[in-house]
């Protein structure tokens, strides 16, 4: 049985395999819209999304199968005690596939080894969030024409920010990849980033705290938000939240090719003038979230040979 839990379950081969049916899906829609007919994907989500779930249910939907599930840990039996290994063994009677999004690092995994169905990891805690570094790493490939050859600008919460994580440990794996990691001291990426992944690998990075400072360097910025639910205190939030900003005047000093990126939902860190900006990806980045998805459910489903 195989799941996702992290971007590096699959190899890059496979990623690309995974773009190239994404790119299908896109533009041959009638051709997959019964493929999954007659299967369900249950969502079981024990923390809030909007794009995370609803783009896979609409990629279920647009295949031409079923979904269930729930949205929120209280309107499930976790509110009475259940554990997610239970749960999944009753969703694997319910279900073909089963993306999970959790507070707890590592509860998905934990799944795993209860399920009868694949698991997708659709978020947990401050860890990985693989099917969003798809998402990001196929907006790339679109838009860009190949994954590579790229400085990445990752900038605001890089402490707490999974899609930041994921996506660090995904480029390492494509050639002449270089960072400038923008954040303030408080919210550098971990040890277990920086170290295990970046350094140990001789990835080029640096750490800095203008974004300003930084612009004109960038062929893609990654901002993100400050994610206030991982905070241990209201104060600190509120003094890191609009730390960073991105605005017209700043734009003013990228590249006329940069693209900027945001796993979304976005607060204050990119101003809504931004949005008209044509170097701004970010909705189309949301919106291919759907055609990834899709490829993944398809894949995960053959490979399981529920297909
Ligand atoms: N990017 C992302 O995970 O968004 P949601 O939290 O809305 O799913």
Redesign the pocket.
């Known amino acids: 049985m195989r799941h996702l839990m992290s971007p590096l379950d699959f190899t890059t081969d496979e990623l690309y395999d995974l773009m190239r049916l994404a790119d299908d899906i896109r533009e041959n829609r009638q051709k997959y819209a019964k493929a999954c007919e007659g299967k369900t994907l249950a969502t079981c989500f024990y923390e809030?999304?909007?794009?995370?779930?609803l783009s896979f249910e609409a990629a279920m939907l647009n295949l031409g199968g079923n979904v269930l599930g729930f949205a929120s840990a209280d309107s499930s039996s976790a509110a009475k005690g259940e554990s997610v290994s239970d749960t999944i063994r009753v969703i694997s009677g319910y279900a073909d596939i089963c993306a999970i999004r959790h507070p707890k690092e590592g509860a998905p995994l934990v799944a795993t080894s209860h399920s009868g169905i694949p698991v997708i990891n659709a978020?947990d805690g401050g860890h990985q969030?693989p099917t969003?570094t798809l998402t990001d790493l196929y907006t790339i490939r679109s838009l860009r024409g190949e994954i590579g050859g790229l400085t990445i600008g990752l900038c605001g919460d890089l402490k707490f920010g999974r899609?930041v994580h994921s996506l660090i440990n995904a480029l390492v794996r494509y050639p002449d990849i270089r960072f400038i990691l923008i954040s303030p001291p408080e919210l550098v990426v971990p040890s277990y980033i920086r170290d295990d992944v970046l350094t140990a690998r001789g990835i080029p990075f640096t750490e800095v705290k203008s974004l300003e400072d930084a612009m004109p360097e960038l062929d893609i910025l990654y901002m993100t938000r400050v994610q206030r639910e991982r905070f241990f205190n209201e104060e600190d939030y509120i003094r890191m939240k609009d730390f960073y900003i991105l605005d017209k005047s700043k734009m003013e000093l990228a590249r006329e090719n940069m693209l900027v990126l945001h796993?979304?939902?976005r607060v204050n860190e990119i101003s809504v003038e931004v949005d008209e900006d044509p170097r701004a990806a970010y909705f189309t980045q949301a919106h291919n979230g759907v055609f990834i998805r899709m490829a993944l459910i398809l894949t995960l489903l053959k490979e399981a040979g529920t297909l």
């Open positions: 809030p999304s909007t794009r995370t779930r978020g969030h969003q899609t796993p979304l939902p």
